[in-house]
């Protein structure tokens, strides 16, 4: 995260920092985040496709931009170290998460729920294809 949290003002001898990590004061849709100072009702940005929402407590990254620099953006948490190999990818609430590992394995913790229903696995002796074709 380095790499964009500095840049140089007009002068080029002040440094301003581009991005800040802090931590979410307030949770949900319009954060507040306590960085140089809190700054609330703050958007919330992520990869298209994925809904998230910081908790109070959270470390997250703000990025500012627009002119001068007064707009900001939540971009994400810091994350804990988890125990991912390079190319693996972790999804993960407090209580669930969905790994992808590089081999192809899919490893989900939590509760499956399909369609509202709790996931069973089939107890049938057929291999795992019930009868009339299901599984």
């Not at 407590?57 to 620099?69: E, H, T």
């Not at 170290?81 to 693996?88: I, R, T």
Request: charged content about 20%; proline content about 3%.
């Amino acid at each position: 995260m380095m790499w964009i949290s500095k840049r140089l003002r007009h002068g080029g001898t002040e440094s301003e920092t581009a991005a800040d990590l802090g931590v979410a004061t307030i949770g949900g849709e319009q954060a507040g985040v306590y960085a140089r100072g809190e700054v609330r009702n703050l958007a919330l940005c992520a990869p298209g496709g994925l809904a998230w929402r910081p908790k109070s407590g959270d470390r997250v990254l703000v990025l500012k931009g627009g002119p001068g620099g007064e707009e900001a953006f939540v971009l994400g948490v810091q994350g804990e170290s988890a125990d991912l190999a390079d190319g693996e990818v972790e999804l993960r609430s407090e209580a669930a998460s969905i790994t992808l590992r590089n081999d192809g394995a899919i490893l989900l913790q939590g509760n499956v729920i399909i369609n509202g229903e709790a996931y069973q696995p089939c107890q049938c002796k057929s291999g795992g294809i019930a009868e009339g074709g299901q599984g």
